[in-house]
């Protein structure tokens, strides 16, 4: 079982680049999550969405896109890179409450 | 300030220690609080879940709630090098909520 499938591993970009994360679950669940995990600031979210079709702002939205057409699939969009996203990103699922993570993509942003 | 609270570490303690890890927050409301491990270079996943006060155990792990305190801790019981990760503290005001989570604690269980 897989779960929750991230791509790329890892990436160096230059900036003003764009670049598309892709998340893809197999577990068939409604809610997926993108998050940005910095050292000493855990975990800040970044979009939603709670079900396919819907998007929703997490807490640091801001040169980040998303769209979730279908129930399996939440790529999550940089527009134009700046250093300042430079950090590892997760996707998640939930179901019960519980979420479920990916292993991350390692963003580097030059 | 932040709405929850968590020490960074690193805490490193010998093998077979209690180990104690805590998290402070400051919204009353919150009713649900969890506990995930994530391993380095991997995603964090589930360890405990528990909801408003008490204690919750299974096997070598206990979290306990004190609404009153605002204060909840996740302890280790016989520690082993395994248990060695980041184990970070999130909460939230119900299941249709948005979980705040502390920032980690890293541990280190020295063999």
């Known amino acids: 079982i897989a779960g929750i499938t991230q791509a790329p591993t890892s990436q160096i970009l230059a900036a003003g680049r764009r670049m598309t994360l892709r998340c893809t679950q197999d577990?068939?669940?409604?809610?997926m999550y993108w998050y940005r995990q910095d050292l000493g600031l855990g975990l800040r979210l970044i979009h939603y969405s709670n079900t396919a079709g819907t998007t929703g702002k997490g807490e640091v939205p801001d040169g980040y896109s998303v769209s979730r057409a279908n129930t399996d699939d939440f790529p999550l969009t940089l527009a134009s890179a700046v250093p300042s996203q430079t950090s590892v990103y997760f996707c998640?699922?939930?179901?019960?409450?519980?979420?479920?993570f990916g292993e991350g993509s390692r963003l580097t942003v030059l | 300030q932040k709405e929850v609270e968590q020490d960074p570490g690193p805490l490193s303690v010998p093998e077979g220690a209690i180990v104690s890890l805590n998290c402070t927050y400051s919204?009353?409301?919150?009713?649900?609080f969890m506990w995930y491990r994530q391993y380095s270079r991997k995603g964090p996943e589930l360890l405990m879940y528990?909801?408003s006060s008490g204690n919750k155990e299974d096997g070598r792990f206990t979290a306990q709630v004190d609404k009153s305190s605002k204060y909840i801790s996740l302890f280790i019981r016989d520690s082993q090098p395994s248990d060695s990760a980041t184990y970070l503290c999130a909460m939230s005001k119900g299941s249709n909520y948005q979980l705040i989570w502390g920032a980690g604690t890293k541990l280190i269980i020295k063999p």
């Open positions: 998640a699922s939930s179901e019960g409450g519980e979420l479920f």
């Open positions: 577990m068939r669940h409604n809610a």
């Open positions: 528990t909801y």
């Open positions: 919204n009353s409301a919150f009713q649900y």
